[in-house]
Each structure stands twice: as C-alpha cells, then as structure tokens.
C-alpha cells in the first residue's frame, strides 16, 4: 500500500487549494480514508476522513464548511478541497488510509496504518 500527498503550498488568507491523495494497493471503497495534519509543537489531527463502505465523512469543527472532502474509486484519488483558507490552517497535511476503520474511530491518526509523505500548506499574507 502506498499513498502519495501532494498540493500543497503557500497561499493567502481566504484562498483556496486542492490536495490529492493518489493511492496504490487499496481499493478505496475497501479503505477508509483520511486527512491529518500537524503543525509544528503540536499533535497530528484528523481534518476530514471518510469511511470505506458507506462513504460517512468527519469533519473536524476547525475546517466545516470550508474543507471538502471527495473521493475517486475509479481513479483511487482522494482530495481535500480546502476553501477560505486561514494562518490557522498552516501545517503539514498527510493522507492516510486503513481497513476496518469503525466511524468512532474515523478521527484517530492511530487507526491508521499506512500514511503517504505529506505535503506542507503555509497560509500567509
């Protein structure tokens, strides 16, 4: 299984950009999948995942309604679409995919056993 982040970059307050996850080795209706990110000092979060099966989606408070999650079986793609960009918003995002993942446990970057490289995201002015 492999992941591959990228999209990333530097853009201002109330921009946007896209993330995808290109994946190899998972069937994405098998897997569940996630964003994650940290910034530095601080834990890895769960931004927004998606289950595998009946496509439930979390989002966490930080991001609702600016970030939006999608995903592509036939191209085994996921994308984070991530509107009205804010400094806050500033840290490494990293996509991450598992089997067996249960809905109360979407958010944890510990259910996850495969993680792609990540991809820095830098909102400044």
């Known amino acids: 299984v492999q992941l591959q982040a990228c999209g990333g970059g530097l853009v201002q307050p109330g921009g946007s950009l896209r993330l995808t996850c290109a994946t190899s080795?998972?069937?994405?209706?098998?897997?569940?999948t996630g964003w994650f990110r940290q910034a530095p000092g601080k834990e890895r979060e769960g931004v927004s995942c998606?289950?595998?099966?009946?496509?439930?989606?979390f989002y966490a408070d930080s991001v609702k309604g600016r970030f939006t999650i999608t995903r592509d079986n036939a191209k085994k793609t996921v994308y984070l679409q991530m509107d009205s960009l804010k400094p806050e918003d500033t840290a490494v995002y990293y996509c991450?995919?598992?089997?067996?993942?249960?809905?109360?446990?979407?958010?944890?970057?510990?259910?996850?056993?495969?993680w792609g490289q990540g991809t820095q995201v830098t909102v400044s002015s």
């Open positions: 998606i289950t595998n099966d009946d496509g439930m989606i």
């Open positions: 991450a995919a598992d089997r067996g993942i249960i809905l109360s446990d979407l958010r944890r970057a510990d259910a996850y056993d495969y």
């Open positions: 080795g998972v069937t994405p209706d098998h897997y569940a």
